[in-house]
T-cell receptor, first 117, second 116 residues
Framework: KNQVEQSPQSLIILEGKNCTLQCNYTVSPFSNLRWYKQDTGRGPVSLTIMTFSENTKSNGRYTATLDADTKQSSLHITASQLSDSASYICVVSALRGRYGGYNKLIFGAGTRLAVHP | GAVVSQHPSRVICKSGTSVKIECRSLDFQATTMFWYRQFPKKSLMLMATSNEGSKATYEQGVEKDKFLINHASLTLSTLTVTSAHPEDSSFYIC????????????FGDGTRLSIL
């Protein structure tokens, strides 16, 4: 069964600290993996995307890693800010053709991050 | 670029009424649009896939007569929740994508639907 599991479910850190969010998946065949940031009451916004051959991708203070062998990904946030408080969703895309001709997205349940001053 | 606009952002209505939600791609043509539902502290659940000019494809367990989807143009898809009841209260999010299986989905900001 295609699944994406994220940990922890929620996390509280102090402003300025670093944190790492985890994502394990069993989606096959794999196309790509994205990390999204979703603010409360808003739609998800893409942070990073990685394909099978990429094992790290940065976007400002966000750095994502991917280990396609172990099917694990992480999102590292450096020097956290209050505005980083949000849900972070790991989304894995299954290869085109397996689900009616388009890549189907498998969503994780997200990690709710709260950054406190 | 790649902005998806959803309207309204919030709607409160009485039980039994029908509610229409619009999803527009503002700066690109979306051959495919997706409708998701999200419960509090849960992730997005795909409801249906909408292709321009053809009938929507619904996920298992989603009532097509309850959630009417129309994708009349390359920039607009609508979701109508018919005869809404309190259990239909949820956060509905659309996304849009250009042609091509590997193209990313761009998400709208969602619609908070509350049925009294």
């Amino acid at each position: 069964k295609n699944q994406v599991e994220q940990s922890p479910q929620s996390l509280i850190i102090l402003e300025g600290k670093n944190c790492t969010l985890q994502c394990n998946y069993t989606v096959s065949p794999f196309s790509n993996l994205r990390w999204y940031k979703q603010d409360t009451g808003r739609g998800p916004v893409s942070l990073t995307i990685m394909t099978f051959s990429e094992n790290t991708k940065s976007n400002g203070r966000y750095t994502a890693t991917l280990d396609a062998d172990t099917k694990q990904s992480s999102l590292h946030i450096t020097a956290s800010q209050l505005s980083d408080s949000a849900s972070y969703i790991c989304v894995v895309s299954a290869l085109r053709g397996r689900y009616g001709g388009y890549n189907k997205l498998i969503f994780g349940a997200g990690t709710r991050l709260a950054v406190h001053p | 670029g790649a902005v998806v606009s959803q309207h309204p952002s919030r709607v409160i209505c009485k039980s039994g009424t029908s509610v229409k939600i619009e999803c527009r791609s503002l700066d690109f043509q979306a051959t495919t649009m997706f409708w998701y539902r999200q419960f509090p502290k849960k992730s997005l659940m795909l409801m249906a896939t909408s292709n321009e000019g053809s009938k929507a494809t619904y996920e298992q367990g989603v009532e097509k007569d309850k959630f009417l989807i129309n994708h009349a143009s390359l920039t607009l898809s609508t979701l109508t929740v018919t005869s809404a009841h309190p259990e239909d209260s949820s956060f509905y999010i659309c996304s849009a994508r250009v042609r091509g299986g590997s193209q990313p989905q761009h998400f709208g900001d969602g619609t908070r639907l509350s049925i009294l």
